[in-house]
Antibody
């Protein structure tokens, strides 16, 4: 059974940094692209970033303006999101999601909550 | 930038009825890259439909997806109590993904 487990969320002050992790199991991790998607409290889904299976190709939502960095360690079956210069509006549940052939996301983690507040 | 507009915002129905959810895309897109997700409170989204009309693994055939031009439709026949949730459409294009704002399906 495919599974993704996120960790690393928490409370951080505006301007601070946080690193999220996502560990995959039940599938060949290094064969698939991976994504981060976030959801602010009571709001809809927002795509954050994507990384190809090898880590060669990376893309980000324009709204992030270079503050976030996605990476992966295929030897550890792990995906990461380094978040810097955090703002109150970055408060959200962050999901990692596995990519599939048609660019859909066929497996999601349970999410990790990031709260940016003074 | 591609914009996905879902309608209605809220859909009030009863178990056993048919639900029709719409996702209108702002420009001509590759239908292969349109997906639908279901999300229940406190849970992660679950993939229902990909490639506009293909059901994901384990999704009952009550769920179906169709497309006409830039209008994508998710139809749920014979609603079950567990189908009442929020539904999102998603599209990939130009190295980025876009979600619709969601349709909430509630009990009438």
């Amino acid at each position: 059974e495919m599974q993704l487990v996120e960790s690393g969320g928490g409370l951080v002050k505006p301007g601070g940094s946080l690193r999220l992790s996502c560990e995959g199991s039940g599938f060949t991790f290094d064969s698939y692209s991976m994504n981060w998607v976030r959801q602010a409290p009571g709001k809809g889904l927002e795509w954050v970033s994507s990384i190809s299976s090898s880590g060669t190709y990376i893309s980000y939502a324009d709204s992030l303006k270079g503050r976030f960095a996605i990476s992966r360690d295929n030897a550890k079956n792990s995906l990461y999101l380094q978040m810097n210069s955090l703002r109150v509006e970055d408060t959200a549940v962050y999901f990692c999601a596995k990519g599939a052939g048609g660019k859909q996301n066929d497996c999601w983690g349970q999410g990790t909550l990031v709260t940016v507040s003074s | 930038e591609t914009v996905l507009t879902q309608s209605p915002g809220t859909l009030s129905l009863s178990p056993g009825e048919r639900a029709t959810l719409s996702c209108r895309v702002s420009q001509s897109v590759t239908t292969s890259y349109l997906a639908w997700y279901q999300q229940k409170p406190g849970q992660a989204p679950r993939l229902l439909i990909y490639g506009a009309s293909s059901r994901a693994t384990g999704i009952p055939d009550r769920f179906s997806g169709t497309v006409s031009g830039t209008d994508f439709t998710l139809t749920i026949d014979r609603l079950e109590p567990e189908d009442f949730a929020v539904y999102y459409c998603q599209h990939y294009g130009g190295s980025s993904w876009t979600f619709g704002q969601g349709t909430k399906m509630e009990f009438k």
